[in-house]
């Protein structure tokens, strides 16, 4: 159960990036960890709001990672404030 909704939550997440945000995911979602291509000056913004992720495949790829407490209003707030910056 934890595992089938940390799943589901990087799906969200990864469709909340591409409609809102217009960030290009870079790999199919498969489990809980999405792969999204993030400018590196928004990168640094979104780590200034306190916003914690890896540049994973630097210096524009980004892995961002939901868990079994992962909640859909976090996902709506991030993706929000990647929209602002953006």
Not at 13 to 27: F, Q, R, V
Not at 62 to 79: G, H, P, S, V
Request: aromatic content about 10%; some cysteine.
């Amino acid at each position: 159960a934890n595992a089938k909704h940390a799943n589901q939550m990087a799906l969200r997440l990864a469709e909340a990036l591409t409609t809102k945000a217009g960030a290009e995911i870079m790999y199919p979602v498969e489990a809980n960890a999405v792969f999204a291509r993030i400018p590196e000056n928004v990168q640094e913004a979104m780590r200034a709001r306190g916003w914690s992720f890896y540049t994973f495949l630097p210096p524009l790829g980004c892995r961002l990672m939901c868990a079994w407490d992962t909640e859909e209003a976090t996902i709506e707030a991030f993706t929000a404030d990647l929209a602002e910056i953006a």
